[in-house]
């Protein structure tokens, strides 16, 4: 059985009633969804992107109606569309502390200090450009790029959207296109260089 039919078929049976189909569909989904967060979270502790991606649960079981709407085809996406607006809600109304790498304790360090604040902003800006970038590509290409950058092999990607390798190399090749096409793509690789 294909992932996206499993979770439509959980899916279903949550909208009749069957609670436990929620719990399996999050036992299925939570690597997934801990991995979108962690990687809009970098440098944030395990608590902060387990209290992210709790949020993000709750949020789909709140609207569960809408997010499994038979009208909606891709309800994973759907899932990361969800958990990526729970991490810049969190990342708007929480202070930002990074995790030192030299810290022996593992304790965070509320103070940051200039080179911090430098190495933030820069990895604010490309978490920017690259949410410029994906918005400028359609929906399932978007998709695609978003499983690829949390970490997703080839084969997980294809069976959590449903494509044949096919079908995810010719879109690869259509991203890498529209990337190369887009102006603001030139400038960030001249600026890389």
Known sequence: M???????????????????AFAAMRQRLERLVWRTVSYLLPDRHAQDIEDVTQEVWLKVYTKRALVFAPNVHWPVAYILSIA???AKM??????????????QAGASNDSLDVEDRKNALLIYAEQQAVKELLEALP???ADIVRLKMAGY??????????LTLGSYQHRMRT????LL????WHDKVRDKQ
């Open 175 to 178: 991203i890498q296109q529209a």
């Open 2 to 20: 294909n992932p996206n039919d499993a979770i439509r078929d959980l899916a279903a049976a949550l909208l009749s009633g069957d609670h436990q």
């Open 90 to 103: 969190f990342l708007r109304h929480t202070p930002r502390t990074v995790i030192k790498k030299n810290d």
């Open 153 to 162: 092999s080839v084969g997980e990607i294809t069976q959590q959207l449903d």
């Open 139 to 141: 929906e399932k290409d």
């Open 84 to 86: 990526e607006n729970q």
């Open 181 to 184: 096409d887009n102006p603001a």
